[in-house]
């Protein structure tokens, strides 16, 4: 079993037999060794610099727990992340799915267990970034409409021909809002089949 496109990963841990082992274990699986950090602290300051694509993380260490170091890596360079511990309580598991995390492991993990915590957490991660990225085009088509509502020639209630300054003044706001590369959708077809000289 190994990877078919090698992934960066960081390793946040505090134990150095176990970091040795964990590092052994991805490389042996055909990852690659971003770096590796004894807490949340320095991997934060870690991660600008190495750019990893999933971070394996401890979740008891000093200074910065992995659960607080995961809610900052989420909020400042968000990136897939795997946490290791040696506890599986359901409290644990919770917070660290409220955090960001992606995948939860518990110590000492074997290689295919490892292989899938980290294919899981950048596989959800993936699906996390592609729903924002739907609920800012559905968000920004929600705005569209709204603004084209406020823009139908005659009124829904009574049906009356809207004009007046108001009006125009909207049309024009709208209408100039619009990217250049976009305007032949809104011409008609007289100005949308004129050539230009």
């Known amino acids: 079993m190994e990877v078919s496109r090698k992934r960066k990963v960081l390793i946040v841990e505090d134990d150095h037999l176990v970091s040795e082992m964990i590092r052994g274990m991805l490389e042996e699986?055909?990852?690659?060794?971003?770096?590796?950090?004894?807490?949340?602290?320095?991997?934060?300051?870690?991660?600008?610099?190495?750019?990893?694509?999933?971070?394996l993380m401890d979740i008891k260490m000093p200074k910065m727990?992995?659960?607080?170091?995961?809610?900052?890596?989420?909020?400042?360079?968000?990136?897939?992340?795997?946490?290791?511990?040696?506890?599986?309580?359901?409290?644990?598991?919770?917070?660290?799915?409220?955090?960001?995390?992606?995948?939860?492991?518990?110590?000492?993990?074997?290689?295919?267990?490892?292989?899938?915590?980290?294919?899981?957490?950048?596989?959800?991660?993936?699906?996390?970034?592609?729903?924002?990225?739907?609920?800012?085009?559905?968000?920004?088509?929600?705005?569209?409409?709204?603004?084209?509502?406020?823009?139908?020639p005659v009124c829904p209630g009574c049906g009356e021909e809207k004009r007046g300054e108001d009006y125009s003044r909207m049309l024009s706001m709208y209408l100039s809002s619009i990217p250049v590369e976009e305007i032949s959708r809104y011409l008609c077809f007289r100005c949308g089949s004129r050539k230009d000289p």
């Open 29 to 55: 699986l055909g990852y690659e060794i971003a770096g590796e950090a004894e807490d949340g602290h320095e991997a934060l300051g870690m991660i600008r610099e190495v750019q990893p694509e999933v971070v």
């Open 65 to 152: 727990s992995g659960i607080e170091a995961a809610i900052l890596i989420q909020k400042h360079f968000p990136t897939p992340i795997v946490i290791l511990s040696a506890y599986e309580t359901e409290d644990l598991v919770k917070e660290a799915a409220e955090a960001g995390v992606g995948a939860y492991v518990v110590k000492p993990p074997g290689p295919a267990e490892l292989f899938r915590a980290i294919e899981i957490a950048c596989g959800r991660f993936e699906d996390m970034v592609e729903l924002s990225s739907l609920r800012r085009k559905y968000e920004k088509a929600l705005k569209t409409l709204e603004n084209l509502s406020k823009l139908l």
